[in-house]
T-cell receptor, first 116, second 112 residues
């Protein structure tokens, strides 16, 4: 079985300070991991993905995430928050080649607030 | 490519009415997913198709919900009859070989 846990439902930071959104996963197989962002009243947009290549993955808008197998984590970071980063962020795990709904698992989401 | 296109963007209907949501996936993608998002339950996978064939519909809440994919460029999600608790944002997504999913802008459904 696989699961994704986003440890914080809400994170609030000041503009210009670092962002850390935490994600832990459990999987019996080598997973593919993704971060998606959803701005208010918008669909989900892919930020970055990890698919067993480099463990440090760079995404759009200055975000990056590091896959740490020993910690089963895939935390999302950004050195300096911008007001436009305020949104909800979803961590997703997919088992390549698996079929059935078990193969697609979304975290519960983390709402990021950026204070001026 | 224009991305995944969903219509309508907003739907307001009365309880008991039939609702049909539409989705056009990205050309060349062989997987199509329907999701529902609510405050209470977050993002839920309802059903997904591979090459127009439903693979897993275990997320469909009840028999009032049905989904079809008559061809590679079109899918519908139908609710008949609709109920107030069906009010949510419904997303369609498509992908190539069940990898990165690209989402549409969603349909916001309100059932009064």
């Amino acid at each position: 079985a696989q699961s994704v846990t986003q440890l914080d439902s809400h994170v609030s930071v000041s503009e210009g300070t670092p962002v850390l959104l935490r994600c832990n996963y459990s999987s019996s197989y080598s997973p593919s991991l993704f971060w998606y962002v959803q701005h208010p009243n918008k669909g989900l947009q892919l930020l970055l993905k990890y698919t067993s290549a480099a463990t440090l993955v760079k995404g759009i808008n200055g975000f990056e995430a590091e896959f740490k197998k020993s910690e089963t984590s895939f935390h999302l970071t950004k050195p300096s928050a911008h007001m436009s980063d305020a949104a909800e962020y979803f961590c997703v795990v997919i088992i390549p080649g698996d079929t059935g709904r078990r193969a697609l698992t979304f975290g519960s989401g983390t709402r990021l607030q950026v204070q001026p | 490519d224009a991305g995944v296109i969903q219509s309508p963007r907003h739907e307001v209907t009365e309880m008991g009415q039939e609702v049909t949501l539409r989705c056009k996936p990205i050309s060349g993608h062989d997987y199509l997913f329907w999701y529902r998002q609510t405050m209470m339950r977050g993002l839920e996978l309802l059903i997904y198709f591979n090459n127009n064939v439903p693979i897993d519909d275990s997320g469909m809440p009840e028999d009032r919900f049905s989904a079809k994919m008559p061809n590679a460029s079109f899918s519908t999600l139908k609710i008949q009859p609709s109920e107030p608790r069906d009010s949510a944002v419904y997303f369609c997504a498509s992908s190539k070989q069940e990898n990165i999913q690209y989402f549409g802008a969603g349909t916001r459904l309100s059932v009064l």
